[in-house]
């Protein structure tokens, strides 16, 4: 003998299953979108002034610093006219008040209560900008025609100079051809330097402000076709002694003044 058993289900439970699914759904979709009670908020209003003057400060940087640390802060520049008026949540704040050539201020315990507005007026001290020193270093250009110009103006003796400027201008090929053009110089063998007329032993010269002496053994005068007109910075002979300068000279002293040191090999091409 066979026997059947038949089980009966209960026809609601699918309905039930399918809306309970579909509340929760509901809930999942729309509930970011569900209104949320706002922060109690409240607010500061007030004015940046000079304490001297009196005058209204624009664009001072004001900044809420809350006491508690999980909170964010508020900031916000004050209107041209100095006022301001910041919007914060409920609490106790320091409010930092900060504006160019001005001391930085602070206040606090600043108390704001919800829906509450808290009047309050700020006012800064003038400070000085504090920088460092900046130096600024140049050196004053000595192979120009002006400035061996200013260079004769102020000297106290007499005496005469040549530029590199000037050099540039002429064809000459090396000192001694430029000493040529000095009044009261004459050159000797295209190279001996004779001030107003006087005899090599009244006579000396230096480079880059060092004494040197002639290379020939019979002679004291330096011989100027040492030097190319292309490596000279500037040629200047004084005609009178000073206390500044040694007492080596009573005719001239020639002072030779290089151009810095080209560190590669100088070509130079004239024609005649």
Avoid: C
């Amino acid at each position: 003998m066979v026997s059947f058993t038949k089980t009966l289900k209960n026809p609601a439970m699918p309905a039930r299953a399918s809306a309970r699914a579909f509340a929760v759904l509901a809930a999942l979709v729309f509930l970011p979108f569900l209104p949320v009670r706002a922060a109690a908020m409240g607010r500061v209003q007030g004015k940046v002034i000079a304490t001297e003057t009196g005058e209204a400060i624009g664009f001072a940087d004001l900044l809420l610093i809350p006491a508690d640390t999980t909170m964010k802060k508020v900031g916000m520049l004050s209107n041209a006219d100095g006022t301001f008026l910041l919007v914060a949540p409920a609490g106790h704040y320091t409010l930092q008040i900060r504006a160019l050539s001005y001391a930085t201020k602070r206040i606090d315990g600043v108390a704001i209560e919800e829906g509450q507005l808290l009047p309050l007026n700020v006012t800064l001290t003038p400070e000085a900008i504090q920088q460092k020193e900046v130096v600024v270093e140049a050196t004053a250009k000595q192979n120009t025609d002006a400035s061996m110009m200013a260079q004769r103006r102020k000297a106290a003796t007499v005496g005469d100079a040549v530029s590199a400027e000037q050099m540039r201008r002429a064809p000459d090929k090396n000192a001694s051809d430029v000493l040529k053009r000095v009044t009261g110089l004459s050159v000797s063998d295209n190279k001996y330097v004779y001030v107003r007329g006087m005899g090599e032993r009244y006579n000396s010269t230096e480079v880059d402000g060092v004494r040197v002496v002639s290379p020939e053994a019979n002679k004291r005068v330096v011989p100027m076709d040492l030097f190319p007109a292309a490596l000279l910075d500037n040629i200047v002979v004084q005609k009178a002694w000073s206390a500044d300068r040694s007492g080596e000279f009573s005719g001239g002293d020639v002072q030779v003044h290089l151009k810095d040191f080209p560190g590669k090999r100088a070509w130079s091409l004239s024609l005649a």
